[in-house]
């Protein structure tokens, strides 16, 4: 069975303390790993797919990695305004479904 | 141009009461999708549909869960004799190749259902 878990549960950053997130995964026959950010009250906002290992996107302080057993998700010198909860999901090659982990909550003060 | 849309954005409910739920997916997204989101917890898989028909509808928790997609594009999520257990966020979302290796689902705001 297909499972996701993220760690830590959640995360208090100084503004510019850089940090990374932790997605463990295991699939059968990975389709690709998604990254989403997910505000209170809102919808989960598409950020990131990485489909094989060694694979890395970025995108502005934020940088998710890929290996066969786990994801980071990089965030360099944080701001507030990336306070949030981040949701990280795997579709394996048998369906369509997201698999979602429960999620890191991240607070950045100034 | 206009994301995944849902409406009500919030709706109240009795215990035993039937509930529509509807979900506008970005145009000429094909594949469209429902989730559940708990407290503090990750959506969980519901119901997909490619163009009308339910092609996995493996996550609906029993029978008195149901989803139509008549014409291709707006999906209602319906539920029956609600139940306490069914308080939740129903989030949709769609995507435009699903069969494709690079595609991507994008979700909508979330109705958040609250059973009394």
């Known amino acids: 069975e297909d499972q996701v878990t993220q760690s830590p549960e959640a995360l208090r950053l100084q503004e510019g303390e850089s940090s990374s997130l932790n997605c463990s995964y295991t699939v059968s026959g990975l389709r690709g790993l998604f990254w989403y950010r997910q505000d209170p009250g809102k919808g989960p906002e598409f950020l990131f797919t990485l489909y094989s290992a060694g694979e890395e996107k970025e995108k502005e302080r934020l940088k998710a990695t890929l290996t066969k057993k786990e994801s980071f998700l990089h965030i360099t010198a944080p701001k507030p305004e990336d306070s949030a909860t981040y949701l990280c999901?795997?579709?394996?090659?048998?369906?369509?479904?997201?698999?979602f982990g429960k999620g890191t909550s991240l607070l950045v003060t100034p | 141009g206009a994301g995944v849309s849902q409406t009500p954005s919030n709706k109240v409910t009795e215990k035993g009461k039937y509930v529509e739920l509807r979900c506008d997916p970005i145009?000429?997204?094909?594949?469209l999708y429902w989730y559940r989101q708990s407290l503090g917890q990750g959506p969980e898989f519901l119901i997909y549909f490619q163009g009308t028909g339910a092609a996995d509808d493996s996550g609906l928790p029993n029978d008195r869960f149901f989803a139509v997609r008549p014409e291709g594009s707006v999906s209602t999520l319906k539920i029956q004799r609600t139940e306490r257990g069914d308080s939740a966020v129903y989030l949709c979302?769609?995507?435009?190749?699903?069969?494709?290796?690079?595609?991507?689902?994008?979700f909508g705001p979330g109705t958040r259902l609250t059973v009394l």
């Open positions: 979302a769609s995507s435009l190749f699903p069969d494709r290796v690079k595609d991507t689902q994008y």
């Open positions: 145009s000429g997204h094909t594949a």
């Open positions: 999901a795997v579709q394996a090659n048998s369906g369509y479904a997201l698999n």
